[in-house]
Each structure stands twice: as C-alpha cells, then as structure tokens.
C-alpha cells in the first residue's frame, strides 16, 4: 500500500499550471476525469508492482505524461479514419464520404429550426416526404418516390405494402445474400410475403415468371445479384420484358437496384475515363429500370449515389403513396438531416455537378494519370522523410455490393520492408488510423480513396508508425 503513497492528490495536479491550461483547451470536467483514471491507474499499478515510481515529483511528472496521452486520444469509438484501401464503397468504412454541398445542407437544417413538416405558405402541418419529390422525379424519372432508413427498410416496407400475405414471384438465382444480414429470403419473410421462387439459379425464362403469377401473386421482385457474378450457361430475362409480363397479368414488378447508380446519361460524354465508363455502363441504372417500366424501384443512398445511409423506392404514384400510409413507414423514415444530404446530393447529379462534387463520382472519375502523379509526388514526401517506399501497379476495387469483381487501374504507394501485417495494424493505430492493405506482400496505399486534404495527415501518421518500427 505505502508505495502508492508517492501519489501527490488530485487537487493539488489540478492547481498545477500546466493542468489549468489544459483545463482551458478540453474543459475541466474532462481533465479532472481523466486526471482521476490515470491516477487509478498509477496506484494500481505501484501497488501490483508495475510501475517504480519512489518520489512525488517522478510520480507527477509520470501522472502529466498519461494525463496529456490521455487528453489525445479520441474519445470517441467511431473516428474518422483514412482510407487508403482503394476500396471506393467501403462498407465498414462507413461506404460514401459525403460532398461539401450535402455537409453545408445538413448544417443548415441542424443548427436551426426547419420546414421539415411544415408548408410555409399556408403555416399549416406540412409533410416530410415533400422534400425528396421534385429531386427524386428528375433525377430517376419516376411518377414519386419515398425514403427510408437503407434499402433493406424500403425493401420491406414495398413488400409489406404491396404483398403482406400474399405471393412474390421471384427466381432462384435472386435469393441471394447481399451481406450483413441481408438475405433475400429473410427480408421476404420479415415482410409478411410468400416466397415463390421459380426458374433455376442459373437460368429464369420470362416464362418461368408467367407459369407462377396466378391469383394469389402480389408481384413480382427482381434483385440485382449485387455482390457476385454468375458465369457460363446463364440465362436473366431483359427488365422491360418482365416489366411487360408484369403488365400483362396485372401485378406490380419491383426492383431491389442496390447501388443508387442513376445512369450514364446524367453525365457528359467525358465525365469518366473509358475503363470507369465501361464499368458504369455495365451497373443497371435506376432511371433505365424506371424506363423499362419497373414499378417500384429501391436502392441505396450511400453507395454509387455517394449520399448518405438511406433506402429509396421511386416509382408509381399510387404504390408510393401505398408506402406513405403504411404504418410501417414511422418505423423506417429519416431525419432532416438525411433529407438535407439527399436532396443536396441528387441535385448535384440533375444539376451535372456530381463528377466534381460528389466524392464517390470523382474517385471513380479520377485519371489514372492523376493517380500516378499523386502516388509518385507521395512517394517523394515519404521518401524525404525516411521511408522507403516505391510506386506500383495496382488495381482499385468499387466496392459495397456494386459492380461485383469491377475493378479500376491505379497506382500504389508500396511501403518497402518490414513485416506486412504488423505493419498494417501499427498504421490502423497511427492518428488518424489508416486502413491500408497487402500486396503482393507489402503494405500498399492507394490514393484514388484518400481525399487530398487527408494526404498531410496520411504521410504524418505512416512516417509516425514506421519510424517508430
Ligand atoms: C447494398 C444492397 C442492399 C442493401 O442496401 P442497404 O441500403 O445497406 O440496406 C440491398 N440490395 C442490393 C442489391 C444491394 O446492393
């Protein structure tokens, strides 16, 4: 016991000028808990004998040290982290960073009093889901649309309001997993609709689809196999001829689209380097299905659309006014804040701005030029700075369940030496963490995910990590 009695109290640190002015930067509550954990600390390790601490002063200047230590480190477990996967999409990277324009919108609403449910012409009770409709309308070409929570909450809510108790035709090859607890059969059952599955998993025939619809079919589904691809003797009917069996019979087709991916023909003819444009060609696109005569269409806020977490189901005015009503929508709408960001981010692709201003656009239309000349001025700063390191060839991936096995050219910043997977975990506790990957046996940087006002940080923290090595 008597060895923690170097320990000087705690008001006395706190009376220490250096800890007032610490106290001033993060607030006094902060430091005075923060001051009680380190000095929990110390005691408990004098007294277990892990730490050797015999006079007051060793014993304050030890407690300054973890206190500032301490003070540092986020607090927080979600962090901004950098990420120099490559990986565009990232899923359990919190997928699409948000544009300037989606940043100032949500600020604007958040810091004050707003429309959200309120028409300013009459001051009367207004709704929520006007604020989405003229942008929705331009930029998919649906008669309206509805947002929710992510795909999967639109997903349910279309099904639960079209075809509770009731058949969904859908093929075999399209009960598919698309990760995360997202199981197309589950997502079904979660509706309250009876799965009908036709056709085989590798090939469905318009007329597997006509065989089942009877009187008990409440629609149709279609889902893009988002994450995989199947090869060889395949066979998927067009969208528009299942839209025209849907037709025929009466039933309503929807659509889980996925990625958000809106279509080529919102951009100039340049706007992508051609592997990129041939990449996009391939992804369906939601105003196409809109076009061939899906009625209900749900995809993704935060993937190919670059906005932020959010489901949207555009399609037939009265099948979206059937969602509106739905008790369940309560469960699955959205803030003013994602109102804000989605609005703002959709304007920005009918307004022709998103290859500049929407991030997840302009990494996907970045140059491999661009790259090069960012990798190789990187390589240089590291390299000034001791770390051996070298350009190489290198392939991005898109990324969150679009455009499966897609990738795009990019160049590497290849970090010489050293033993690969220590290394990866130094960097992922670096400030700010970086998340980087392996290969070919090295710890690889690609720059086409890493936003250029992240590059400082990104060379501090891998010079930190490695130097520290
Ligand atoms: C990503 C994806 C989903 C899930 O989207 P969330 O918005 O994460 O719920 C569903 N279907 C498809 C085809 C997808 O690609």
Redesign the pocket.
């Known amino acids: 016991m008597s060895r923690a009695r170097v320990i000087p109290a705690v008001d006395r640190l706190l009376g220490l000028p250096v800890v007032v002015t610490l106290a001033e930067r993060h607030g006094a509550r902060r430091v005075r808990q923060s001051l009680d954990e380190v000095v929990a600390s110390l005691r408990a390790d004098l007294i277990a004998g892990r730490a050797d601490v015999d006079t007051r002063e060793a014993a304050t200047a030890l407690l300054l040290d973890h206190l500032e230590t301490r003070l540092r480190e986020d607090r927080s477990t979600l962090r901004r982290v950098v990420n120099a996967t490559g990986v565009v999409i990232h899923t359990n990277l919190g997928r699409a960073p948000l544009s300037s324009d989606a940043i100032v919108a949500m600020q604007a609403v958040a810091t004050g009093y707003s429309t959200l449910e309120f028409a300013l012409a009459s001051g009367q009770r207004g709704s929520r889901h006007a604020h989405l409709e003229a942008a929705l309308r331009e930029a998919t070409g649906a008669e309206a649309g509805v947002a929710t929570n992510?795909?999967?909450a639109g997903l349910t809510l279309a099904l639960a309001a079209v075809a509770v108790g009731r058949e969904v035709v859908i093929s075999r090859g399209e009960l598919v997993e698309?990760g995360g607890g997202?199981r197309v059969p589950d997502i079904l059952r979660g509706s309250g609709a009876l799965l009908r599955e036709v056709g085989t998993t590798n090939r469905t025939r318009v007329a597997d689809y006509a065989a089942a619809i009877s009187e008990r079919t409440a629609a149709i589904l279609r889902?893009?196999p988002?994450n995989f691809r199947i090869e060889g003797f395949t066979e998927r009917p067009e969208v528009s001829d299942l839209a025209a069996l849907a037709r025929r019979f009466g039933v309503p087709l929807i659509e889980?689209?996925?990625?958000g991916w809106l279509g080529l023909d919102l951009f100039d003819a340049d706007a992508f380097p051609p592997a990129a444009r041939r990449l996009l060609a391939q992804e369906p696109a939601v105003r196409d299905s809109v076009r061939a005569g899906v009625d209900l269409v749900a995809f993704?806020g935060d993937?190919l659309l670059g906005g932020p977490q959010a489901?949207l189901v555009v399609g037939r005015e009265d099948l979206v006014a059937r969602l509106r009503q739905h008790p369940m929508m309560r469960a699955v709408r959205v803030d003013k804040l994602r109102y804000a960001a989605l609005d703002a981010t959709i304007r920005a692709f009918t307004d022709g701005r998103a290859v500049s201003t929407v991030p997840v656009m302009r990494m996907l239309a970045v140059t491999d030029d661009t790259l090069a000349e960012r990798a190789t001025r990187l390589v240089a700063q590291l390299r000034a700075r001791g770390v051996s390191c070298a350009t190489a060839p290198g392939h991005s991936t898109v990324g969150?369940?679009?455009l499966p096995g897609a990738s795009l050219q990019t160049t590497l910043v290849r970090l010489e030496g050293g033993a690969p997977d220590q290394r990866l975990a130094r960097l992922r506790g670096g400030t700010p963490p970086v998340i980087a990957r392996i290969a070919e046996d090295a710890v690889c940087l690609d720059l086409r995910t890493v936003d250029e006002a992240d590059e400082p940080a990104l060379i501090d923290a891998v010079v930190d990590v490695l130097s520290g090595a």
């Open positions: 992510n795909t999967a698309i997202f889902v893009h988002s889980d689209q996925g990625s993704s993937k489901g969150g369940g679009s």
